[in-house]
């Protein structure tokens, strides 16, 4: 039997750790090495590249195995990124692990909750999550709220004998439990487990990129048939059938695409790690981007969270010495909310007073109550609930005065009321009498006003939704520039139907006396009108709407339940990181989307040139080495940088649509416009193998002069540093014509001035009629216009 007070021994915690009886499960927050090694290299797509470039190799065409190198190089970027994205997030995942309170020999320590051991004593308090199943041992008005695991709202209550379950987290009192079940035996391992493993997560983006690359994947069999019979049948030698072929396969798959993408994100991630901003499930910096709702607490986020009391008024001509009750009620609780904690602070030194009776305070019922021998029954909490419970009279109205005098000065007001009727549990005791009006001073955080500007200039709707009184929190959010601040609404008269509650939603902006239970509805609210939510919160009360909201992001400082729900944990508690949180989101999907219309409009015109070429039974004008050449400057080099530059566009929905009214098009005009100038060149320069070199060269032309229009075009708008961008790509391109030994090992032979000419004229035709259809039409590509480079 362990000793409830002292714990287990040393060697009892030695012994356990030796069976393996511990809460140290794989915990990851980004996949392990050979995780990623695997991601990087196992592909579809790479198996693919790889089994054509083994045909290269076999024929001994050395210098068409360039995109075997390329390929090799995509993927060792991709592993060193995530590598060093990986180390990132796991050091601030040290820094944001959960902790407990345990008591071993007799002492009480604290220690990471992957230390725990089969029944090691645990000590539990508000804002706790419980990190292993357990049986409570002892509980002062201990309350448990299992909505994370079962799905149900209210608290429960537990006293000595009930179980708890890993998941859940405490909202209300404290208590003792020993530990029955650890690690990969608690009842909430799988949930915890899927909840914190590193996942790209279901979303536009990626879904939209899985069936592009699925579409493409049931294109090329057919094509490929087509395609190799052509060109068995239009080249005297195999081996020249095979590189023809391998060069319409390679410029079909769009590798590059899901690779970017995947650096995007790691990237993002590791910038947001280094202004200290932990990132705990990569996928969720694509919500970032579309969020258009943000909803703030105020304590914590407008303000510095500290509290200090300011002023202790007394109500009434019987002039009770409320800071000798204050000081006996915060003696009495071992672990004071934040209010209580500043009223502690200001009044330390203990009455000596015997308690009789407590009732811990709750989020929910907001305020708590404390009875002591010949000193009576007092409560104390939010003012507008408890006077609910004064009778009517001159004391209520002199009381609902002074409280709305301080509310109005953006103060927070706390009322201290005698029970002459004593206490009767949870439920607020009738003809309690006001004795003295709490007045505590928050800091309002200095970069609070600015961060709310930011939100009105990138047309982010601001709520503040707090459960201070509404005339408290209206008057803040006023001092920081929070439109509507003038109309704060009390949060009781909120309906309960769902659509009445998100049309008052959509015409409010700040409110108060709002309930946990109320916070998750009115996230839901906001969500069913196609808002995207992000939320922001620090305290237990916050969790449930954290967890519910597109992107929840907590502050480090906030509970172990708070910071474990959340998508983000802002491990400085600085707010006024949150607009270039916002903006890293906005990056990532923006320039996502802008670099994969650059990768699919590649993958349109090599199959629309397949089927084009196949059917017309000509060899393929392009050799793999060709592509790899195209590809790198127009595409490769390009992208990659495009995809890491600064953009805060807000992505909205329609992914997939907008890349393929673009791409589509795009490509087919390139292949079209292409094969045109290859058929020309073909019948004005000759048709044999020995002019083939040169036919091929002016189809080089003309593509590179559509595809760096393309570039050109997704590069919008303008600024100097991707002018020198696209200006080098085109001298690079004018190099390898003109310097012999890239002209050579790439197999270019310029033709003749005239049929330059045509080429680009062919080219710069196609350009022209895809830039008339870009003006024309409502073609919109985050990060082409509004973008902030």
Not at 126 to 134: R, Y
């Amino acid at each position: 039997m362990i000793d409830q007070a002292r714990g287990l021994t040393s060697a009892e915690v030695a012994e356990r750790r030796a069976d393996g009886r511990t809460n140290d499960v794989p915990d990851p927050t980004s996949r392990t090495f050979a995780q990623i090694l695997r991601a990087n290299i196992v592909t579809p797509f790479n198996l693919l590249l790889g089994a054509l470039l083994l045909v290269i190799l076999v024929i001994r065409e050395y210098r068409d195995a360039l995109f075997g190198l390329v390929l090799v190089a995509n993927a060792l970027i991709g592993i060193v990124q995530e590598m060093r994205s990986k180390r990132s997030l796991d050091r601030l995942a040290v820094l944001n692990a959960p902790r407990a309170r345990v008591r071993r020999d007799g002492i009480e320590t604290e220690i990471m909750s992957s230390d725990i051991v089969l029944d090691d004593i645990i000590v539990l308090t508000l804002g706790d999550q419980i990190a292993v199943d357990g049986e409570v041992l002892e509980g002062t008005n201990l309350e448990i709220d299992e909505s994370l695991l079962t799905g149900e709202a209210d608290p429960v209550d537990k006293a000595a004998g009930h179980s708890v379950m890993s998941g859940s987290f405490v909202v209300a009192g404290t208590g003792v439990i020993r530990a029955t079940a650890v690690g990969a035996d608690a009842y909430a391992f799988r949930l915890s487990s899927e909840a914190r493993r590193f996942s790209l997560v279901r979303s536009e983006l990626r879904t939209g990129i899985n069936r592009i690359i699925k579409i493409v994947g049931w294109m090329m069999p057919p094509i490929a048939v087509l395609l190799v019979t052509a060109q068995l049948s239009t080249h005297e030698g195999v081996v020249e059938a095979a590189q023809s072929s391998v060069a319409g396969l390679v410029a079909m798959v769009p590798e590059g695409l899901v690779l970017l993408t995947s650096i995007a994100f790691a990237v993002g991630a590791t910038r947001l790690a280094q202004r200290k901003v932990l990132t705990q499930e990569l996928a969720a910096i694509e919500g970032l981007a579309r969020v258009d709702t943000v909803c703030l607490d105020k304590t914590g986020t407008l303000t510095e969270g500290s509290l200090t009391l300011s002023t202790l008024e007394h109500l009434g001509s019987d002039h009770t010495d409320a800071a000798a009750v204050l000081a006996a009620m915060g003696s009495a609780d071992d672990h004071p909310n934040p209010s209580l904690a500043a009223i502690i602070a200001a009044h330390p030194q203990s009455p000596g007073w015997t308690l009789t009776d407590s009732v811990a305070f709750s989020s929910a019922r907001k305020w708590s109550a404390a009875a002591f021998v010949d000193h009576g029954a007092w409560y104390l909490g939010a003012p507008d609930i408890l006077l609910d419970a004064v009778a009517p009279g001159e004391a209520r109205d002199e009381a609902r005065d002074r409280v709305e005098h301080w509310s109005s000065r953006g103060q927070r007001v706390l009322l201290l009321a005698s029970s002459p009727a004593g206490l009767s549990g949870e439920t607020l005791v009738a003809g309690i009498v006001p004795a003295a009006l709490v007045v505590l001073d928050e800091r309002i955080r200095a970069a609070a006003p600015d961060t709310i500007a930011y939100f009105g200039r990138q047309d982010v709707t601001v709520k503040i939704i707090s459960g201070d009184s509404p005339i408290t929190v209206g008057a803040v959010a006023r001092r920081v520039g929070v439109p509507g601040a003038d109309d704060p609404f009390d949060a009781r008269e909120l309906p309960e139907d769902g659509d009445a509650l998100a049309e008052v939603l959509e015409r409010h902006s700040v409110f108060g006396r709002v309930t946990p239970h109320q916070k998750r509805s009115m996230v839901h609210a906001l969500q069913s009108r196609g808002h995207t939510v992000a939320m922001t919160g620090d305290g237990v009360n916050d969790t449930l709407a954290l967890k519910d909201a597109d992107v929840g992001v907590a502050m480090g400082s906030g509970s172990a339940a708070a910071r474990a729900v959340a998508r983000f944990v802002l491990l400085d508690n600085d707010f006024s990181l949150f607009p270039s949180v916002v903006n890293e989101g906005r990056r990532v999907i923006a320039n996502v989307e802008r670099v994969a219309n650059l990768f699919l409009t590649k993958t349109f015109y090599a199959v629309a040139l397949a089927v084009i070429i196949g059917l017309g039974r000509m060899p393929f004008p392009f050799l793999p080495r060709h592509f790899t050449l195209l590809s790198s400057l127009t595409i490769g080099i390009p992208g990659f940088f495009l995809a890491l530059s600064k953009n805060n566009r807000r992505a909205v929905t329609g992914f997939l649509r907008r890349v393929l009214r673009f791409a589509i098009p795009a490509g087919a005009l390139a292949a079209i416009a292409t094969s045109i100038s290859y058929v020309v060149a073909r019948a004005d320069i000759g048709t044999g193998d020995a002019e083939l070199a040169e036919t091929r060269t002016v189809a080089v032309i003309t593509l590179f002069t559509i595809a760096i229009w393309v570039l050109t075009i997704l590069c919008r708008p303008f600024v100097a540093w991707k002018v020198v961008l696209v200006a080098s790509m085109v001298a690079l391109f004018v190099g390898a014509l003109v310097v012999p030994f890239p002209r050579d090992y790439f197999d270019l032979v310029p033709p003749q001035a005239n049929d330059v000419a045509a080429a680009v004229g062919f080219g710069a035709v196609a350009a022209m009629i895809l830039e008339v259809m870009w003006r024309l039409s409502d073609w919109t590509i985050p990060g082409t216009i509004d973008s902030d480079d």
